[in-house]
């Protein structure tokens, strides 16, 4: 079965642009987390989804948002892009909203700030 | 607070040299995962760790969560060049809670 997908795979942003992040989870997988990774900061936890509804979210300003569609697909949007949102976005999906089952991560959008 | 800390950052090797990282939190951890993420990859999952003591293997793979559920270990046996990328550790510090990811070990195997 498919994996997850998120698209694009790169961006390129000038600064104070906004930018949109796909993500398609496997199929029936409810769950949707979003991790940020730079090489100085690992993994960081942007905001998780169940069923449409944001379950947690981590510690980064309001300007990064997402949302999930009742088809489980998931967005995340970056407003005013700075120099230090430069990363590789990571989806990944489980198939309840308890973490125990294990994550499946996309490969991931790089998105570039200039 | 929640944080999962990941010793070391790097680690080089010798190929048939054997390989640790340790993870540590502190606060008692509910799960704890572990992902390999080979280098342009992304993380993909390895193992899950629940019980209080817990040691699984996977061929020469060896997965601990301490006694306190506060730490954990991945070891290694003969590392081989196929092991090379990062190792990370994520925690679960209740149920339904998020996945916490340490900052990873990145192990490279010298052939």
């Known amino acids: 079965k498919a994996g997850v997908t998120q698209t694009p795979r790169y961006l390129i942003k000038t600064r104070g642009q906004q930018v949109t992040l796909s993500c398609s989870p496997i199929?029936?997988?409810?769950?949707v987390s979003w991790y940020q990774q730079t090489p100085g900061q690992g993994l960081q936890f942007l905001f998780e989804y169940f069923s449409e509804t944001q379950r947690n979210k981590g510690n980064f300003p309001g300007r990064f948002s997402g949302r999930q569609f009742s088809n489980s697909r998931s967005e995340m949007n970056v407003s005013t892009l700075e120099l230090g949102d430069s990363a590789l976005y990571l989806c990944?999906?489980?198939?309840?909203?308890?973490?125990?089952?294990?994550?499946?991560f996309g490969s991931g959008t790089r998105l570039t700030v200039v | 607070g929640q944080q999962v800390m990941q010793i070391p950052q790097y680690q080089h090797v010798q190929e048939g040299e054997d390989f640790t990282t340790y993870c540590n939190s502190s606060t008692t951890l509910s799960n704890i995962q572990w992902y390999k993420q080979r280098p342009g990859g992304h993380p993909v999952f390895l193992i899950q760790l629940v019980k209080s003591g817990e040691v699984k293997k996977q061929k020469r793979l060896t997965f601990q969560f301490g006694e306190a559920k506060k730490n954990s270990s991945l070891h290694i046996t003969a590392t081989q060049t196929t092991d090379v990328g990062t190792y990370f550790c994520?925690?679960?510090?209740?149920?339904?809670?998020?996945?916490?990811f340490g900052q990873g070990t990145e192990l490279s195997v010298k052939p």
């Open positions: 990944a999906s489980s198939p309840s909203a308890n973490p125990s089952y294990g994550y499946t």
């Open positions: 994520a925690g679960i510090y209740n149920q339904g809670g998020k996945l916490i």
């Open positions: 199929s029936g997988h409810r769950s």
